[in-house]
T-cell receptor
Framework: DTAVSQTPKYLVTQMGNDKSIKCEQNLGHDTMYWYKQDSKKFLKIMFSYNNKELIINETVPNRFSPKSPDKAHLNLHINSLELGDSAVYFC?????????????FGPGTRLTVT | GNSVTQMEGPVTLSEEAFLTINCTYTATGYPSLFWYVQYPGEGLQLLLK?????DKGSNKGFEATYRKETTSFHLEKGSVQVSDSAVYFCALSDHTGFQKLVFGTGTRLLVSP
């Protein structure tokens, strides 16, 4: 049973297109996250939702729009894709926002913008 | 702001060698500290954590001690295996209540037989 799943695993698209990445967790967690990992493996948080409410919104271009239809899902929509958006995007979840909770990561979505 | 600094990799070791991966942090207050591991083609997994000064986190033979005086959380293992080859990330979480993890740049470990 996959705890945190993401689709698609690979996404190749052209500049200017709009694409979405979906994330689902079956752990019953309240909190979900999106991270971006660049080509040098540097990992940075983008967004976090707690009980479907946005609680972390880092300095991410507003071409990126997260949506949480329910606690188990957090999707990421990206408009007008740019070359610099190429990266691996990880979804994660944690039980809640109480101190030092473990975050469970999905397998990642490798986005390549040509 | 908060930040984490890790030693540059790759770290290349022979099986059964001793491993140290250095990690230091800058944070206001007393953050919680974590080590996550990323195996090839996979997402990150929590390896161990420590939530207060002098705490030692341990798992699968790995250990790290939260040192407030040196703001460090170095990862150690007495005898590495080929299966330990992965990228290791040090991270901190402050106590704003939002579980925001700040990661180091990651250190790749390569263990040869």
């Amino acid at each position: 049973d996959t705890a945190v799943s993401q689709t698609p695993k690979y996404l190749v698209t052209q500049m200017g297109n709009d694409k979405s990445i979906k994330c689902e967790q079956n752990l019953g967690h309240d909190t979900m996250y999106w991270y971006k990992q660049d080509s040098k493996k540097f990992l940075k948080i983008m967004f976090s939702y707690n009980n479907k409410e946005l609680i972390i919104n880092e300095t991410v271009p507003n071409r990126f729009s997260p949506k949480s239809p329910d606690k188990a899902h957090l999707n990421l929509h990206i408009n007008s894709l740019e070359l610099g958006d190429s990266a691996v995007y990880f979804c994660a979840s944690s039980q809640d926002i109480a101190g030092a909770r473990e975050q469970y990561f999905g397998p990642g979505t490798r986005l390549t913008v040509t | 702001g908060n930040s984490v600094t890790q030693m540059e990799g790759p770290v290349t070791l022979s099986e059964e060698a001793f491993l140290t991966i250095n990690c230091t942090y800058t944070a206001t207050g007393y953050p919680s500290l974590f080590w996550y591991v990323q195996y090839p083609g996979e997402g990150l997994q929590l390896l161990l954590k420590a939530t207060k000064a002098d705490d030692k986190g341990s798992n699968k033979g790995f250990e790290a001690t939260y040192r407030k005086e040196t703001t460090s959380f170095h990862l150690e293992k007495g005898s590495v295996q080929v299966s330990d080859s992965a990228v290791y990330f040090c991270a901190l979480s402050d106590h704003t209540g939002f579980q925001k993890l700040v990661f180091g740049t990651g250190t790749r470990l390569l263990v040869s037989p």
